[in-house]
């Protein structure tokens, strides 16, 4: 019976256990570029089985956030070999989370001010995006209204991917994971009651919808391996106004199913809370089965119910997010049963140091009287 703490084979990548940190934003790169403060954070993060990097965008166009990183540009890509030099060098194993906002953006963070993009031309309602207001200051702002992708702009999109994972590969990464989930682009393209398109990219067809982020999975298993290529999915998420629609578990299942055709590094459920209240345990378990592939489970586990799900075969790898922000050895911490910290939420997003590398391991915190 598997633990937590054993080792794990992800496609001939020897992981030492089997906690995934998973992938966070942290709103921590001025200039767009990791730095040494970024090297350091993933460094001290490395006892995870495997580093999930935070969302790194694909484009300018795919930025949605100020002070998030890239992976498209030569500068970039030098500032991440020095986060995955850090993560090898403490025997860790990392991949970079590759995403493209679509419509969830302020247009202050896109190229010359320009609207983000989406499959449609549909604003999401009561969504606020970190961005520049008028007075240059940053702060939290509705998002802009998008403007809809034509039909022959989307197969860039896919290229985008494509050369972004060719620069994860040469900036040391072990792989890349395609983020499909968290309502970004990909998922409004999935989403049966927002996409409204009538090419083959949309409307009421369930292929058409899926067939953006599986021809960018196809084409970027291509170029750097599918035993490199993870891919997030968040079944019945509703966190950016998306709305639920007809076909939405036959949606999720048809996903599933293709994407056990396809031999990949992982499938990482981001969502488990949201697809047990929506569809139940027997569609769980369905969804995992007829990925076919290793299985990432995250919802906001504990040690104890990580490993239940771990031996009911629901994940074979589970990732753990906000316990990592404050607690850099939380595998050790998880093993020997030590309290966790809990972390400061006002330094989540931005700043430096303060709330992102200060953070004790248990062993060096202060004795308390």
């Known amino acids: 019976m598997s633990t937590l703490f054993d080792g794990f084979n992800l496609q001939g990548l020897q992981l030492r256990n089997r906690i995934v940190m998973a992938p966070m934003t942290r709103s921590r ?59 090898h060098a403490r025997g860790g194993a990392i991949f970079a989370q590759l995403w493209h906002v679509g419509r969830v ?36 702002m509705p998002v802009s209204k998008p403007r809809a992708l034509a039909t022959d702009e989307i197969p860039g999109i896919t290229a985008d991917f494509v050369a972004a994972a060719r620069n994860a590969i040469e900036a040391g990464f072990d792989g890349i994971e395609i983020h499909g989930a968290n309502d970004y682009l990909f998922e409004q393209f999935i989403n049966g009651g927002l996409n409204t398109r009538d090419d083959r990219y949309g409307g009421a067809e369930i292929d058409n919808r899926l067939r953006l982020l599986l021809e960018t999975i196809d084409a970027v298993s291509e170029a750097i391996g ?21 076909g939405e578990a036959e949606t999720w299942m ?17 969502n488990r809370g949201s697809v047990l209240a929506n569809a139940g ?18 919802g906001n586990y504990d040690r104890a119910g990580a490993e239940a799900d771990l031996h009911e075969g629901f994940g074979d790898l589970v990732a753990f997010g906000r316990p990592f922000i404050s607690n850099p ?41």
């Open 105 to 140: 953006a302020h247009c202050s963070v896109q190229p010359y001010e320009r609207a983000p993009v989406g499959p449609v031309a549909v604003a999401a309602k009561d969504v606020n995006a970190f961005g520049y207001r008028e007075d240059g200051t940053p702060g939290q």
């Open 329 to 369: 050895d939380l595998v050790e911490r998880l093993r020997n049963d030590w309290p966790l910290a809990e972390a400061d939420e006002a330094s989540f997003y931005g700043g430096g140091a303060a709330g992102y590398t200060d953070y004790p391991a248990f062993e060096d915190e202060p004795a308390t009287a």
């Open 29 to 87: 790169a001025p200039s767009t570029v990791p730095d040494a403060l970024t090297a350091t954070y993933y460094g001290q993060r490395a006892s995870a089985g495997l580093v999930i990097t935070e969302g790194a965008q694909v484009s300018e166009q795919g930025r949605g956030y100020l002070f998030t990183p890239g992976m498209h540009s030569n500068a970039q890509v030098q500032g991440w070999k020095a986060v995955t030099a850090a993560v």
């Open 281 to 298: 345990r027997d569609f769980l378990r369905e969804f995992r089965t007829a990925c076919a592939a290793n299985f990432i489970i995250a």
């Open 226 to 246: 599918g035993n490199r290529t993870g891919v997030r999915v968040s079944p019945f998420n509703r966190i950016f106004d998306m709305p639920a629609f007809e």
């Open 254 to 270: 048809t996903l599933a199913r293709e994407l056990g055709k396809r031999e990949l590094a992982y499938v990482h459920l981001a």
